[in-house]
Nanobody, 120 residues
Framework: QVQLVESGGGLVQAGGSLRLSCAVSVRTFSTSVMAWFRQAPGKEREFVSAIVWSGGSTDYADSVKGRFTISRDNAKNTVYLQMNSLKPEDTAVYYC?????????????WGQGTQVTVSS
């Protein structure tokens, strides 16, 4: 059974940094790609970033490019999202996701979400 456990959310001032972590219980073809999405109050869920376990290819939404960095630790089955220069508009619940396709749309497995709040 695939489980995703996120951690690292919190409250930070604008301009600050946070690092999110997502540990996946099993790595198979169905979890060969990891991604982060976010959902702000009253808005639809949106893609943030994705990474492939093998080879490390990455993708970023334009809104976070240059500020956020996704990385992975193969030995720990953990993916990270380093968020720098945070803005109030980055406030959202951040979800980790896993799937088999390197894209910005639906993924097969989801974590429970972690709240990120950026104060102005």
């Amino acid at each position: 059974q695939v489980q995703l456990v996120e951690s690292g959310g919190g409250l930070v001032q604008a301009g600050g940094s946070l690092r999110l972590s997502c540990a996946v219980s099993v790595r198979t073809f169905s979890t060969s790609v990891m991604a982060w999405f976010r959902q702000a109050p009253g808005k639809e869920r949106e893609f943030v970033s994705a990474i492939v376990w093998s080879g490390g290819s990455t993708d970023y939404a334009d809104s976070v490019k240059g500020r956020f960095t996704i990385s992975r630790d193969n030995a720990k089955n953990t993916v990270y999202l380093q968020m720098n220069s945070l803005k109030p508009e980055d406030t959202a619940v951040y979800y980790c996701a896993a799937g088999s396709r390197f894209w910005r749309y639906d993924y097969g497995y989801w974590g429970q979400g972690t709240q990120v709040t950026v104060s102005s």
